[in-house]
């Protein structure tokens, strides 16, 4: 669930909630509209988790996976003087 569907849930669920005063047989309007709302709170404490770098399932800061875990490959310097060419 991206954050942007989690606002919506959010909106939705709190039109329901607190701007609907209609009547439906079986269904109570306003229940509906807060379990939307947690909903979308959950979603989006999950999305905020993922963009943050908290979450397990999150990319990675690094961007590249490296075959051995974490560790970056070394990085090869040539020598500060080196010996001239055989002939």
């Known amino acids: 669930m991206t954050t942007a569907t989690s606002l919506v849930l959010i909106a939705v669920g709190a039109i329901l909630a607190f701007a609907v005063s209609a009547q439906v047989a079986g269904i109570n309007i306003q229940t ?13 404490a999950i999305a905020m988790a993922t963009l943050a770098g908290y979450a397990p399932w999150g990319a990675s800061r690094g961007g590249v996976a490296h075959e051995h875990g974490d560790v970056p490959p070394a990085i090869v310097t040539p020598p500060a003087n080196p010996a001239p060419p055989r002939v």
């Open 32 to 44: 509906v509209g807060l379990i939307l709302i947690v909903v979308g709170a959950i979603g989006l």
